[in-house]
């Protein structure tokens, strides 16, 4: 008798082999036997019922399968971890825009982003509280500001006073959003609006000391903390 061990590192494992010469004894059962045989062997079921379990019973056919699966093992233990990849998934791990193909003609699927914060960078200089119901964000005269989610324009005022100028959108499901003290309004009333319109630009319009945003969600009407809609 011999005995074969093998270490396989990536699966913490080892697999030992025991080779013995087989015994002398009467003539193996042929893997396709004749349907006598069969019909003697089994007495329930059809011929194709009876074949098939005899294939599958047969003890060099279950050797077979055994070998097979622990030579599988053994090949994943020392295959790469990116062997399998695809060019695309080796050269770039980068998630493409899927595309949806019409007639042969490819059109890419835009993906839109749930919520947003209206300001890039984010600074929040005031939370939302009893007092101040919104939130207020840093920047400078002239940056950009969009919306939180799609939606459309459902009031514009210019104003000397209070919010100064102001946009507010309706995002469905009575859930608006307000920005305030803008410098530059740039949407029109009634116009649709997704996360990459430019609703206007930062400013100090109205009641504001140095520029920054003002940012209100109501629900219903109701003010309510910002920071439970945009993402965290």
Same mark, same amino acid.
């Given at each position: 008798?011999?005995?074969?061990? =093998? ?5 913490? #494992? ?25 019909? #003697? ?9 009876? =074949? ?9 056919? %279950?050797?077979?399968? !055994?070998?097979?699966?622990? #030579? ?31 007639? !042969? ?17 984010? %600074? ?45 959108? +309706? ?10 003290? =803008? ?27 140095? +520029?920054? =945003?003002?940012?209100?969600? %109501? ?10 809609? #945009?993402?965290?």
């Amino acid at each position: 008798m011999k005995k074969i061990i =093998l270490h396989l590192p990536k699966h913490r #494992l080892s697999m030992e082999f025991r080779l013995s010469k087989r015994r002398k004894g009467p003539m193996d059962e042929p893997i396709i036997p004749s349907i006598k045989t069969l019909n #003697l062997k089994y007495r329930i079921g059809g011929l194709t019922k009876k =074949l098939f379990r005899h294939l599958f019973e047969h003890k060099k056919v %279950r050797a077979l399968f !055994g070998t097979n699966m622990a #030579l599988m093992i053994i090949a994943s233990s020392f295959t790469p971890a990116g062997a399998f990849m695809t060019n695309n998934e080796t050269t770039n791990n980068q998630e493409e825009a899927p595309v949806y193909t019409v007639d !042969g003609t490819e059109t890419p699927i835009n993906t839109e982003i749930g919520t947003q914060f209206p300001t890039d960078p984010i %600074r929040i200089t005031q939370g939302y509280n009893f007092f101040h119901p919104g939130l207020d964000l840093d920047g400078i005269t002239g940056d950009s500001i969009k919306p939180i989610k799609i939606g459309k324009v459902i009031s514009i005022d210019q104003s000397k006073f209070a919010y100064g100028n102001s946009v507010i959108i +309706d995002h469905g499901n009575d859930l608006t959003s307000l920005y305030a003290h =803008l410098s530059k309004i740039n949407v029109k009333l009634g116009q649709e609006v997704n996360t990459n319109t430019v609703v206007g630009e930062m400013g100090a319009t109205g009641r504001a000391f140095g +520029d920054h =945003l003002h940012l209100e969600v %109501r629900d219903k009407g109701i003010p309510i903390n910002p920071q439970s809609v #945009l993402p965290r």
